[in-house]
């Protein structure tokens, strides 16, 4: 089993920045890694960013790329998401997600078997 707890979210103006983290516990599998979700209210829950625990791979969705930057903190298990030029459109519940491996589905929900509670990031104009 694998926990993850996120945090760092808030109400932030246009352009401004938030950076998220998720703490993961328990069995932390070293052949998979992190995602990030987000849902906005009415809509499907979209794949944001993805990183692996034991390699320099990192992934973005297009509607972020340039803007979102993640990270992780192997020693402490611990993934951050930067959000720089955040926008209205940003706006959503944040989840971070655990894989236990990749098959390079890494944008799939179905590759997370373990969700975090979520974070709310709202973004004004």
């Excluded at 516990?25 to 829950?45: D, T």
């Excluded at 926008?87 to 078997?113: F, I, L, N, Q, W």
């Amino acid at each position: 089993q694998v926990q993850l707890v996120e945090s760092g979210g808030g109400l932030v103006q246009a352009g401004g920045s938030l950076r998220l983290s998720c703490v993961a516990s328990g069995r932390v599998f070293s052949s998979g890694g992190i995602g990030w979700f987000r849902q906005a209210p009415g809509k499907e829950r979209e794949f944001v960013t993805a990183i692996r625990w034991s390699a320099d791979s990192t992934y973005y969705a297009d509607s972020v790329k340039g803007r979102f930057t993640i990270s992780r903190d192997n020693a402490k298990n611990t993934v951050f998401l930067q959000m720089n030029s955040l926008k209205p459109e940003d706006t959503a519940v944040y989840y971070c997600a655990g894989a236990t491996y990749y098959t390079g589905h890494y944008y799939s929900r179905e590759m997370y078997p373990y969700w975090g509670q979520g974070t709310q990031v709202t973004v004004s104009p």
